[in-house]
């Protein structure tokens, strides 16, 4: 009887710290994906409302913002790819700090269950082989195609350079 008295305290116990462990996880998972969150409504609110230089892929603004001659960064972007998400923040922050009116910027789908015809003839002009490519034109030529992830410091300083 003590044997099992033993036991039942031990697998008690064991139930109790497991229990306490998981609460504590699932605090710090629902903290991360409130914080996940938060950006992924920022930018679909700027994607959605267009209130930032970098926005949306659609064609008619694009063949606008070549017609403009304004230098533009295209972000081949892909809503499974990890490196992408983690990215976008860094590349709105940068926008959001540029003071130059003919610098745009466009999130074009690539691969994935949004992209449309539209966005994979411009991956195919570019040859877009991986998701998180950027790709800046000036004058309506490539002058630089990256596959690297950047950090708004590289946005910045490659779409200055760009702009001369």
Known sequence: MN??????????AIIAVIGLFSFDI???????DSNMASTEEKIGKVL????????????????QA??????????FYANWCPI????????????????NPAIIGFRVN???SDTDSDEEALA????????????????G?????ALDGWKKDKYLSELRNAAG
């Open 26 to 32: 699932g605090k710090v998972m629902v903290k991360e």
């Open 66 to 75: 070549l017609t403009d001659n304004k230098i533009i960064l295209l972000y």
């Open 110 to 112: 690539y691969k994935d």
């Open 124 to 139: 195919k002009e570019f040859g877009i082989s991986y998701q998180h490519t950027k790709v800046i034109i000036k004058d």
């Open 48 to 63: 959605a409302g267009q209130e930032s230089p970098y926005r949306t892929f659609t064609k008619l603004e694009y063949e």
């Open 141 to 145: 030529n490539q002058v630089l195609k």
């Open 3 to 12: 044997k099992t008295l033993v036991l039942v305290i031990v697998v008690l």
């Open 84 to 99: 992408c998400k983690a990215e976008q923040p860094e590349t709105f922050s940068a926008f959001e700090q540029l003071d």
